[in-house]
């Protein structure tokens, strides 16, 4: 999706080409930073549960001439994501509390913002304006790391679904999608 804005500023830059045919054709680097999505709901949602659980499977891409924009999913192997109402984590964060399940598990960070799945969980958490309460969550690695079957998707995935939920799912796939 491409998001166009006018504006009094220049929105590219030339930048000359090392290309070596008699014509160089410039390139262009986009200046424009755009403004951190407002949120999708007008009004903070209201919990709606005090926790949920949601998954999602592994995926194989590679298919041959689609590369990555072909997919499958893979019955059965997947990531679970737990995410609990927590009064001890403050209004509108997110916290890790635990990963669990491969071995490699360990090595991934319970830093929000250095995890897939906090990433999402925290984008879906800001496109709901979610504010007044805090969310723990919960990793199960089915997944091996670094197998090449969407470990990484699958968490964010999962996180982003179940912060959807735990709200009343307001967002559509969609706005999911956006988010993971």
Known sequence: MVICHQSPFKLFTTIPSSSSSSKPKPLLRCNLSLPSRPSLTSTEPEPVYTSVKAFAPATVANLGPGFDFLGCAVDGLGDFVSLTLDPQVS?????ISEISGDNNSKKLSKNPLWNCAGIAAI????MLGVRSVGLSLTLEKGLPLGSGLGSSAASAAAAAVAVNEIFGGKLGIDELVIAG
Do not use: D
């Open 91 to 95: 209004p509108g964060e997110i916290s």
């Open 123 to 126: 984008e879906v958490m800001k």
